[in-house]
């Protein structure tokens, strides 16, 4: 490996915006790990990323597959530079968030909470403290967390507000305000290491989650993200962002 090359992880980069980001990391020069549950969807998608892309068998929920994933890069490519959040789950399903009448709190199922905050929170906690040893290899690791502008309590509070409309959740959007938190508590643990961590609200982009229903592509969705993965050293840190810019907490 071109030891001048910058290696990222992302997660859940088989589709959607994960995969995006992914291609757009891999056109500007980068060495691109396709995190994935399935192995051959990951394989796949690197494959048809190309050469720069290698698939890396990773659920974010399986201590087991976080260690393993840390320990073959670590041997293969010996750092880590980016990593890429980006593995996330409804607990709803293949539907529209209007459509989400089962994570309506004086109804939901608390299995489905806690499912849903094992991937959209705890399995950022392992991977990210997984790699962090890599991470610290890195002269300017960035680590970019991937919420939604539901995890905004600004923006979900607001009566009058975007949506305002849709139906209150339990499950989800509590978890992307938990991510949120943590990384602004990460951000101050490891700002004066050099790191940038930052959370990133790409929009609503048409994705499986959503039944293809958003507004925005997947590439449109990832622009914002590898804005924030390929910050200079003077970018911010511990801040939400959209592609307009700061978003309210």
């Known amino acids: 490996m071109n030891e001048h090359r910058k290696v990222a992880l992302v997660t859940g980069a088989n589709k959607g915006i994960g995969r995006a980001t992914a291609e757009q990391l891999a056109g500007l020069g980068m060495t691109v790990l396709i995190g994935a549950r399935d ?19 990773l659920d974010v929920t399986d201590r087991a597959t976080v260690s393993e994933a840390a320990r073959w890069i670590g041997e293969r490519f010996g750092r880590l530079d980016v990593l890429v959040n980006n593995a996330g789950i ?35 906690i392992a991977v990210t403290n997984a790699m962090l040893p890599l991470l ?6 960035r680590v ?6 539901a995890g905004s309590l600004t923006i979900t ?18 978890s992307k305000a938990a991510l949120n938190a943590l990384t602004v508590q990460y951000a101050n643990e490891l700002r004066k290491d050099g790191f940038l961590v930052n959370a990133v609200s790409p929009g609503y982009v048409a994705t499986d989650i959503n039944a293809h229903d958003g507004f925005l592509t997947p590439a449109q969705g990832a622009a914002v993200v590898v804005s924030l993965a390929t910050l200079g050293d003077d970018g911010p840190t511990g801040g939400f962002f959209g592609a307009e810019g700061r978003m309210p907490w």
């Open 39 to 57: 192995p051959r969807l990951g394989a796949r998608a690197a494959e048809e990323i190309g050469e720069a892309a290698h698939a890396v068998t």
């Open 90 to 124: 409804t607990g709803s399903g293949h539907v529209a968030p209007r459509d989400a009448l089962d994570q309506i709190p004086s109804v939901v199922n608390l299995d489905m909470v806690r499912t849903v905050f094992e991937t959209n929170v705890f399995g950022v």
């Open 136 to 141: 610290r290899r890195s002269p300017a690791p």
């Open 144 to 149: 970019v967390n991937l919420s939604s502008g």
């Open 157 to 174: 509070s607001a009566p009058d507000g975007p949506m305002a409309q849709l139906p209150a959740s339990a499950a989800y959007a509590p």
